[in-house]
C-alpha cells in the first residue's frame, strides 16, 4: 500500500473515525438494474432492498442446492466450510461460485449483476462467494463490522468500490437472525484497533477479534443513522456498500436463515498486498486468480 492511503487501520492501539474518499455510486455508463431514485437511497444510506426478485420456484431450486452442499461439505470436512464452534455445524461455505454450477450460474444471473454493474460503474468479478446458514436454535451472532476493513487489510482491496449482495433463500424476519445494518455508517471509516496476528481467518470467521469497531465509535454511528433490520420474503435481495457497519443476532428461534452472498467488486479494483506485511488470505476467500469480468446471464432452472 502506498503512504496516501487514506483508510490506515490496525496499527497501534488507537481507534479512530475518518470521513470516506470515495464515492458511493460510481456515475459511469453502466446503468442497467437499478433507477436513479434507487441509486439515491443506496448512496445516502449504503444498502437497498429489491423485493421479490427471484421467484418462489428459483428459491425452492437455489434452496435444495444449499442443503445439498451443506450436506456434502459438513462430512467431507473442506477448508472451504466454516463450522460452528459450539454446535458443530456448517455456518458457511466460501468460493461456491466456483465450486457449485447452480452458484456459477446465479452469480451472472442479470437481475443481481447488472445492479452490481450499475453501482460501481464498472465490469465486475466476485472477490468472495458464500453461503450464510443460520440454524434454527444455534446460530450465532456475527458482530458489528465493516467489510472494507477486513478486505482492505487482510486482502489489500485498495478502494472501496465494491458490494455485497445477499440473496434470502429463506424468510428472514425480526426474530431469526437477519441482517442488522447502521443507515448512513458507509460514509465513515472506523480505523479499528490492534495488529492482525497470521492466519487470522481460521478463527474470524467464527468469532471476530480483530477489526473489531471501538464501542464509542458504533454508538456514535448508531445515533447518527439508528439501525434497521433487512427482513424480507425469500426471493428478495438486499446490496450494500463494503463499508457499511452491519451484523446480526442469534437465531434461537426453531426457524433457520439461509442466504447466498455474493461480493461484486470493480475489475478497476482488484487485490494489492494485505496491510502490514501479512500474509494474504487464501483464494477461497479473496479471489486473485484468473479474474474476468463477469458476462451477464440467466439463471437456469
Same mark, same amino acid.
Given at each position: 500500500?502506498?503512504?496516501?492511503?487514506?483508510?490506515?487501520?490496525?496499527? &497501534?492501539?488507537?481507534?479512530?473515525?475518518?470521513?470516506?474518499?470515495?464515492?458511493?455510486?460510481?456515475?459511469?455508463?453502466?446503468?442497467?438494474?437499478?433507477?436513479?431514485?434507487?441509486?439515491?437511497?443506496?448512496?445516502?444510506?449504503?444498502?437497498?432492498?429489491?423485493?421479490?426478485?427471484?421467484?418462489?420456484?428459483?428459491?425452492?431450486?437455489?434452496?435444495?442446492?444449499?442443503?445439498?452442499?451443506?450436506?456434502?461439505?459438513?462430512?467431507?470436512?473442506?477448508?472451504?466450510?466454516?463450522?460452528?464452534?459450539?454446535?458443530?455445524?456448517?455456518?458457511?461455505?466460501?468460493?461456491?461460485?466456483?465450486?457449485?454450477?447452480?452458484?456459477?450460474?446465479?452469480?451472472?444471473?442479470?437481475?443481481?449483476?447488472?445492479?452490481?454493474?450499475?453501482?460501481?460503474?464498472?465490469?465486475?468479478?466476485?472477490?468472495?462467494?458464500?453461503? &450464510?446458514?443460520?440454524?434454527?436454535?444455534?446460530?450465532?451472532?456475527?458482530?458489528?463490522?465493516?467489510?472494507?476493513?477486513?478486505?482492505?487489510?487482510?486482502?489489500?482491496?485498495?478502494?472501496?468500490?465494491?458490494?455485497?449482495?445477499?440473496?434470502?433463500?429463506?424468510?428472514?424476519?425480526?426474530?431469526?437472525?437477519?441482517?442488522?445494518?447502521?443507515?448512513?455508517?458507509?460514509?465513515?471509516?472506523?480505523?479499528?484497533?490492534?495488529?492482525?496476528?497470521?492466519?487470522?481467518?481460521?478463527?474470524?470467521?467464527?468469532?471476530?477479534?480483530?477489526?473489531?469497531?471501538?464501542?464509542?465509535?458504533?454508538?456514535?454511528?448508531?445515533?447518527?443513522?439508528?439501525?434497521?433490520?433487512?427482513?424480507?420474503?425469500?426471493?428478495?435481495?438486499?446490496?450494500?456498500?463494503?463499508?457499511?457497519?452491519?451484523?446480526?443476532?442469534?437465531?434461537?428461534?426453531?426457524?433457520?436463515?439461509? &442466504?447466498?452472498?455474493?461480493?461484486?467488486?470493480?475489475?478497476?479494483?482488484?487485490?494489492?498486498?494485505?496491510?502490514?506485511?501479512?500474509?494474504?488470505?487464501?483464494?477461497?476467500?479473496?479471489?486473485?486468480?484468473?479474474?474476468?469480468?463477469?458476462?451477464?446471464? &440467466?439463471?437456469?432452472?
Amino acid at each position: 500500500m502506498q503512504m496516501s492511503n487514506p483508510y490506515l487501520t490496525r496499527r &497501534n492501539d488507537s481507534a479512530a473515525i475518518v470521513a470516506r474518499v470515495d464515492p458511493v455510486v460510481y456515475e459511469e455508463s453502466i446503468t442497467q438494474g437499478v433507477s436513479e431514485q434507487q441509486k439515491q437511497d443506496y448512496a445516502k444510506n449504503g444498502f437497498l432492498q429489491i423485493d421479490h426478485l427471484f421467484s418462489a420456484e428459483e428459491v425452492k431450486y437455489l434452496l435444495d442446492e444449499l442443503h445439498q452442499m451443506r450436506q456434502d461439505f459438513a462430512v467431507q470436512q473442506r477448508p472451504e466450510a466454516i463450522i460452528e464452534r459450539e454446535s458443530q455445524e456448517v455456518r458457511s461455505i466460501f468460493n461456491v461460485h466456483r465450486l457449485n454450477e447452480v452458484f456459477k450460474n446465479l452469480v451472472s444471473d442479470e437481475r443481481v449483476l447488472n445492479v452490481a454493474r450499475s453501482l460501481l460503474g464498472s465490469e465486475v468479478y466476485v472477490h468472495q462467494s458464500r453461503i &450464510n446458514y443460520k440454524p434454527g436454535l444455534h446460530g450465532k451472532e456475527f458482530f458489528w463490522h465493516s467489510d472494507f476493513e477486513t478486505w482492505h487489510s487482510e486482502d489489500g482491496m485498495p478502494r472501496m468500490r465494491a458490494l455485497s449482495c445477499s440473496i434470502l433463500l429463506t424468510d428472514n424476519s425480526e426474530h431469526n437472525g437477519p441482517l442488522l445494518v447502521i443507515p448512513g455508517s458507509h460514509k465513515h471509516y472506523i480505523s479499528c484497533q490492534g495488529e492482525t496476528p497470521d492466519e487470522h481467518y481460521k478463527k474470524s470467521l467464527k468469532k471476530q477479534e480483530y477489526g473489531v469497531p471501538d464501542g464509542s465509535l458504533l454508538e456514535y454511528l448508531a445515533d447518527m443513522g439508528g439501525i434497521h433490520s433487512c427482513t424480507g420474503l425469500a426471493g428478495s435481495v438486499v446490496f450494500f456498500d463494503c463499508n457499511l457497519m452491519h451484523g446480526s443476532n442469534s437465531n434461537i428461534t426453531p426457524f433457520s436463515r439461509s &442466504n447466498i452472498f455474493f461480493v461484486y467488486n470493480s475489475i478497476d479494483n482488484q487485490l494489492q498486498q494485505p496491510l502490514g506485511g501479512i500474509k494474504p488470505r487464501p483464494e477461497f476467500i479473496a479471489a486473485r486468480e484468473d479474474i474476468d469480468a463477469i458476462q451477464p446471464n &440467466n439463471l437456469e432452472l
